[in-house]
């Protein structure tokens, strides 16, 4: 008998919209950091994270990490950084892809792994999810999924198309309450 998918949830991505992400000389573009001094968290996020909780969402963050896979970070560091996140912010759980694209593994996203993976461990009906990212693989991972994507106006993704395009955490948690 199949359970009845009764959780909704909120899958955030984790560079760039919990964190800032980092600009690198070495592959000249935005990044996650590969050190903890380089790890920022974006000020105001606690509290629309929390009130999303108070809506009933569940939170996860899903992120590919492949600097783990091409050396540039340790997965310990990773685990570090993912640590914080879990004590400061009501987060149920993390998962990260540590892999590089020619892996081809179904936990990259624009793959939807991380997500089904999560909606099938906590009952989550994805037809009342969110995806909020700040790249085209996020909004893609979303619609593989079949959940709503809302992106973080950021300078490097303004030819990323989503279904809704948000200037911070705290303009898309209203936007998610509208469309309750």
């Known amino acids: ?39 920022k968290l974006i000020d105001g996020i606690k509290n629309p994270l929390d ?6 969402f569940f939170l996860f963050v899903i992120s590919n990490q492949p600097d783990i896979a091409r050396g540039r970070i340790k997965k310990g560091t990773t685990e570090k950084i993912n640590k914080i ?6 987060i149920k759980e993390i998962i990260v892809c540590p892999h590089d694209d020619s892996d081809n593994c179904n936990c ?5 792994g991380m997500i089904t993976k999560l909606s099938k461990k906590w009952n989550v009906d994805l037809k009342k999810s969110y995806l909020i990212g700040d790249s085209w693989k996020d909004t893609e991972a979303a619609e ?25 955490l705290k303009a898309a948690v209203e936007l998610i309450k509208k469309n309750q």
Do not use: C
Request: charged share 30%; proline share 6%; no cysteine.
């Open 1 to 39: 008998m199949n359970k009845e998918k009764i959780n909704k949830a909120v899958f955030l991505d984790r560079d760039g919209v919990i964190n800032h992400v980092v600009n690198h000389k070495e592959i000249n573009k935005p990044s996650s950091p590969w050190q903890i001094a380089e790890f």
């Open 51 to 56: 009130e999303l909780k108070k809506m009933g």
């Open 85 to 90: 996140i879990l004590e400061k912010f009501p």
């Open 108 to 112: 990259r996203k624009p793959k939807p």
């Open 144 to 168: 593989n999924a079949g959940i709503k994507s809302i992106i973080i106006n950021k300078t490097y993704n303004q030819d990323v198309n989503a279904g809704y395009r948000v200037k911070d």
